[in-house]
């Protein structure tokens, strides 16, 4: 087999004119590879990315603590993920784990933990006694709960606490132990948003009580009109605090007189002697190295200016803080280790503890019918003069110790457990961390720098356009960092979990988005981090069996009941919209569609296509897609009349229609790659013939026309039903396109007037601001020949617009499936459709482009450069010894090609693709002399 190839019903065979266009060349010199040195490529990756970095220059750490992906710095090894959070004068590190998940009420990505750097002093901003307290209040709004009030994450625009429409609310904190409290203040909502001072607080009772049952007043106001409130109070001890609002607005507008809502945006409480957070003094400056996977931090923290070093080990759960001293003077620090989430749910359990110099603690998620799973943090300060014995009290572990002027601490910590039903993962947490010394951290450090300068040499590209690099490059740095083999796949928001009650769950949503994830990875040579991403895939498999003959009715009832009386059929998957790990469902939904196995099982056809795996192919892919084919063949619908196949599913969630443009398209390529499988196994011969019959006759991407032109509808025209009956939703995401990316149907090569279809669509749609778009449009634009630079201004402004500074793509909903549009940046320089390579098919003539081992399907390596307009050379690496069909980068020019350390290679032409055969393993050089 040459290569994967689109299937063509009426595409008949043409004659290959062969020509011998190398002669006379024995006296040639042995061949060199053309791909800069592994020396010149570490300069190259060092020039481009030293100057990509997220930046921070204070302290406000917004959007730390989320529920969708945190927008501070990250930090990940595939299995534990580090956000930076803290606020003016100290320093916190939320600490998740990837298979840390909550079991019950239903499955869950929660927060483990952190680290906190602070002062050890009572007058300092650490001195916050509500900072991270348990919170509770009579009423909150979905997306505003009580802990947003002490989670420390108040700054200009932010919103904390809110209430439901109604009065006298209250909200509660649970400090977890008696404190004594000399001062509050109350941030209302005009203190962040300046136009909305109508909905100040005007009437509250400040309260206390040591046992939550008996309350005193400590302070009243009335007839508020402060931004923030902020007094001293007679010292009184508690453990519980309560501010009951009589009045939560001001009463000034409609709308607060009408809906009136408390809204709190900071609770603050702290002890006596202080008289306010002192300013922050001297520099901040918070760095993401991608280059290095590190963050690096500048600030002044117990009154002496200091920097900070924080990275993860790439293989070992540990992650380590260095924290050096540039003042004159000493000072005292704590580092706090603490089990929880600042936007916690109830039902879990959360404990410290202290073991010699080692504290630790450990976070259980609530019991219940599913599993409970446990992780703990255990820490150590290396090189510190420890002041007194570290203790412990509820979820946090603190240990004080002086830092010296120019003395260097390393704050280690260690990440255990997680997964289903462990044993106690303390003692596995401190036995790693005690484990440490100044050595072992040396060479963790030096492997995990090793590590990610491998990872940058893996593949590269130079596009001469700063906005594209950092959004490729910052793209690879949080896809690299959160997926590994081995460890649990990363799903909507990566490993960075810093509450827990994430959107979506933090699932693994299958009509594309956790599939988005991996678009980019293949063609950028990393395919091996879109293996996590099978085994969760596989885990699922039983219940999704059960789920094809027992629960396919709830997809659409009135339907599937006149089609299968029994409410399933006898083989194939089926698979709800969220899944999570462990073979577990996060979203029991459907959308009446039926296509989340075909986006699933894309991926499988993928990784083959692009690795020529065997192993993969026998062992994981054939298996699995041969299962999502039995569905079809048992779910299609024969139309005897049109001698064709028709499917029946939503295109969109909620929408009902014939022949859905995506899942035929997919559908088609399922099949594709499955004959391709079985011819390539010499296996299931009977079923082959199957196979090829369906999809030969399954139906042509549906059109309609819109505005006089002809564009690709979602579902056959008229035969939609749902809240939305248009063939085509302008506007909307490109699902109408997803059967050409990721469904391959139609690419590069394929017919001008089918390509100028889509490209009608692309204009008619005008979704390249859409936000589930992102990861797939620019890809479709690309596959069908956009105009380049039309279509990289596009991409450009939407990166230039939503990005933020950690480098992700941000809205409100999405994560790390932004990262999906790589494929579209590689796919301007590179592509093979329908068995032919193409080069820079999609770049602007007029700018310069180059890179380093792109991968292509065949298993083809590819390196090259576009210089002044023209291709200067091509590198192809044939890992699978599979034969090469290259549309020749010198249009009508003779091309000489040459096996490195092989002599030269005879290819043979047909119109202007070059055919030649490879042996596994061989580098060849293809030139223009």
Do not use: C
């Not at 070992?316 to 803080?321: A, K, L, P, R, W």
């Not at 290819?907 to 580098?923: D, E, H, K, L, R």
């Amino acid at each position: 087999m040459i290569g994967k190839r689109r299937w063509h019903p009426l595409r008949t065979l043409s004659v290959v004119l062969t020509v011998s266009v190398v002669t006379n060349l024995a006296l040639m010199p042995q061949a060199q590879a053309a791909t800069p040195t592994p020396t010149q490529q570490w300069t190259e990756v060092q020039q481009l990315l030293t100057g990509i970095k997220g930046q921070w220059t204070n302290q406000a750490y917004s959007d730390a603590v989320s529920r969708s992906m945190p927008n501070t710095a990250l930090l990940g090894n595939g299995d534990i993920g580090v956000t930076s959070g803290g606020g003016d004068g100290f320093k916190t590190f939320y600490i998740s784990k990837g298979n840390f998940w909550a079991g019950n009420p239903s499955p869950s990505l929660v927060a483990l933990g952190g680290v906190t750097i602070a002062p050890a002093g009572g007058s300092t901003p650490s001195a916050n006694l509500a900072l991270g307290s348990s919170a509770t209040a009579s009423s909150s709004h979905p997306s505003f709960p009580a802990s947003r009030a002490v989670n420390g994450q108040w700054a200009a625009g932010y919103e904390g606490w809110v209430s439901e429409v109604g009065k006298p609310q209250s909200i509660r904190l649970d400090l977890g132990s008696a404190k004594t409290i000399a001062r509050y203040v109350v941030r209302h909502d005009g203190a962040a948003r300046s136009g909305e001072t109508a909905n100040n607080t005007k009437n509250f009772v400040l309260e206390t009580s040591v046992n939550g049952t008996t309350w005193a007043a400590a302070d009243t106001v009335v007839n508020n009109t402060a931004n923030v409130t902020d007094k001293t109070i007679t010292s009184v001890s508690a453990r519980y605090v309560r501010l009951s609002i009589s009045e939560p607005t001001q009463g000034t507008t409609s709308d607060s007189q009408q809906n009136p809502r408390a809204r709190i945006g900071q609770l603050e409480l702290y002890g006596p002697g202080t008289s306010g957070p002192p300013p922050t003094s001297g520099p901040f400056l918070e760095e993401q190295n991608i280059l290095k996977g590190d963050v690096d931090t500048t600030m002044t923290i117990g009154g002496v200016p200091v920097t900070m070093k924080t990275w993860t080990a790439a293989n070992d759960n540990v992650v380590v803080t260095q924290i050096t001293s540039n003042g004159s003077t000493a000072t005292q620090l704590q580092a706090q280790t603490w089990s929880g989430s600042q936007d916690a749910r109830s039902g879990f359990t959360n404990t410290s503890g202290v073991s010699g110099t080692t504290t630790w603690a450990t976070r259980a998620t609530p019991t219940g019918s599913r599993w409970v799973s446990r992780a703990s943090l255990a820490t150590r300060a290396i090189g510190a003069n420890l002041v007194g014995s570290p203790s412990a009290s509820g979820a946090t572990a603190k240990m004080v110790f002086d830092l010296q002027p120019g003395q260097t601490v390393r704050i280690v910590t260690s990440v255990a457990g997680g997964g289903q039903n462990p044993a106690d993962p303390a003692p596995g947490a401190r036995t790693i961390v005690d484990g440490q010394t100044p050595a072992s951290l040396d060479t963790l450090y030096a492997q995990h720098v090793e590590w990610w300068k491998q990872y940058w040499l893996t593949s590269y590209v130079d596009l001469n356009d700063d906005v594209l690099e950092k959004y490729y490059y910052g793209s690879l740095y949080l896809l690299g960092s959160s997926s590994r083999a081995g460890k649990t796949a990363p799903g909507l928001y990566g490993i960075w979990a810093t509450t827990d009650s994430p959107q979506f769950s933090g699932d693994m949503h299958l009509n594309y988005n956790f599939v988005a994830n991996f678009y980019g990875a293949y063609s950028s040579n990393r395919a091996d981090l879109a293996l996590p991403y099978y085994d969760l895939i596989l885990a699922y498999v039983p219940e999704a069996r059960r789920r094809a003959q027992q629960d396919l009715t709830r997809v659409n009832p009135s339907y599937i009941s006149s089609r299968f009386p029994s409410g399933g059929m006898p083989s194939g998957l089926l698979f709800p919209v969220g899944i999570g790990p462990f073979g577990s469902t996060a979203d029991d939904n459907y959308h009446q569609q039926v296509g989340n196995s075909l986006f699933t099982a894309s991926q499988f056809v993928a990784y083959y296509d692009y690795t020529q795996d065997r192993n993969f192919l026998s062992t994981k892919s054939y298996p699995f897609i041969k299962e999502v084919a039995a569905f079809f063949k048992n779910y299609l619908e024969w139309d005897a009349a049109a001698q064709r196949y028709n499917l029946f599913t939503g295109p969109h969630e909620g929408l009902w229609g014939k022949n859905s443009s995506p899942d035929v398209g997919l559908l088609k390529y399922l099949l594709t790659g499955l004959i391709d499988a079985s011819t390539d196994l010499g296996v299931d011969t009977a079923d082959r013939a199957t196979w090829t019959q369906i999809l030969q006759h399954l139906p042509a991407t549906p059109t309609t026309v819109y505005n006089g032109q002809t564009v690709y509808a979602l579902a056959d025209p008229g035969t939609i039903t749902g809240n939305d009956t248009r063939n085509i939703h302008p506007g909307d995401n490109t699902v109408n396109l997803e059967f050409i990316h990721p469904g391959e149907v139609l690419g590069i090569n394929s017919p001008a007037a089918d390509r100028q279809i889509a490209i009608n669509t692309l204009n008619v749609m005008n979704s390249w601001g859409q936000d589930n778009s992102f990861p797939k449009v620019f890809t479709q634009a690309a596959r069908v020949g956009y105009p380049a630079q039309s279509l990289i201004d596009q991409l450009k402004n939407q990166i230039t617009t939503k990005m933020a500074a950690n480098l992700r793509i941000r809205d409100n909903f999405h994560g790390l499936e932004k990262g999906g549009a790589t494929e579209a940046v590689n796919n301007l320089l590179l592509q093979s459709d329908d068995g032919i390579v193409r080069l820079f098919p999609v770049w602007p003539t007029n700018k310069n482009a180059s890179f380093v081992k792109l991968r292509e399907k065949d298993a083809l390596v590819i390196s090259s450069s576009f210089q002044s307009g023209r291709v200067t050379y091509v590198d192809i690496t044939s890992e699978a010894g599979k034969t090469v069909k290259l549309q020749n980068p010198w249009p009508g020019q003779t091309v000489v090609i040459n096996r490195v350390g092989g002599g030269t290679v005879t290819p043979t032409v047909s119109g202007n693709v070059i055919t030649f055969a490879t042996q596994a393993g061989s580098t060849y050089t293809i030139a223009a002399p």
